[in-house]
């Protein structure tokens, strides 16, 4: 099992211009979410998917970001137009069906860092 | 919404010493509270998790006990090991899918 898959794993890129990242959750996961991790906010969720349908957005910090998850493999965040307060490490997690798990245990991919000049 | 404490911030530990990092939380609806393991360059790895229906678990050298009428909850690492080193961080969940994390604890483990 590959685990969650993110790229790029390194983004540096201008003020203003777009960034999108990219998440492969795990085989058979049907919940994926997309996180962001500062030193000032800590861990915080910016959307939630379950069966490639957003269930809570509420994290997400304004219009300039969006998520797409067009089918149970591939998701994506984009953010349009970046600036220098988007840099961050986003983590993309996966998580199994309720019926088949126990728990809530999220699987976290190694992340994306994200820099923005 | 939930809000987790987290302390300390930074521990450091003598190796094979115990190490021990403790977590309020503010909803008394959540009923699962995970721990979660981040060494540097990787994504937070689950350690292992508790619900509220039990006050004590084990796995090998880590435990977590949780008091509900505290509202507080505490990971325990015994004979700390040089690969302890990472950032731990507690978490609190309604049993849905949203986990509110605390901010973090810094363990060091001086070899």
């Known amino acids: 099992d590959a685990g969650v898959i993110q790229s790029p794993r390194h983004e540096v890129t201008e003020m203003g211009q777009e960034v999108t990242l990219r998440c492969k959750p795990i085989s058979g996961h049907n919940s994926l979410f997309w996180y962001r991790q500062t030193m000032m906010r800590g861990l915080e969720l910016l959307i939630y998917f379950n069966n490639n349908v957003p269930i809570d957005d509420s994290g997400m910090p304004e219009d300039r970001f969006s998520a797409k998850m067009p089918n149970a493999s591939f998701s994506t965040l984009k953010i349009q137009p970046s600036e220098p307060r988007d840099s961050a490490v986003y983590f993309c997690?996966?998580?199994?069906?309720?019926?088949?798990?126990?728990?809530?245990?999220?699987?976290f991919g190694p992340g994306t860092r994200l820099t923005v000049l | 919404g939930e809000n987790v404490e987290q302390h300390p911030s930074t521990l450091s530990v003598q190796e094979g010493d115990s190490a021990v990092i403790k977590c309020t939380y503010s909803d008394s609806a959540s009923n699962y509270f995970p721990w979660y393991k981040q060494e540097l360059g990787k994504g937070p790895q689950l350690i292992i998790d508790i619900r509220s229906n039990v006050g004590e678990k084990k796995d090998q050298r880590i435990a977590v006990t949780l008091n509900k009428t505290a509202k507080h909850f505490s990971l325990h690492i015994t004979e700390t090991q040089p690969e302890d080193s990472a950032v731990y961080f507690c978490a609190a969940s309604p049993w849905d899918y949203k986990l509110s994390f605390g901010a973090g604890t810094t363990v060091t483990v001086r070899a």
């Open positions: 997690a996966s998580s199994l069906p309720r019926f088949l798990a126990h728990d809530n245990e999220q699987f």
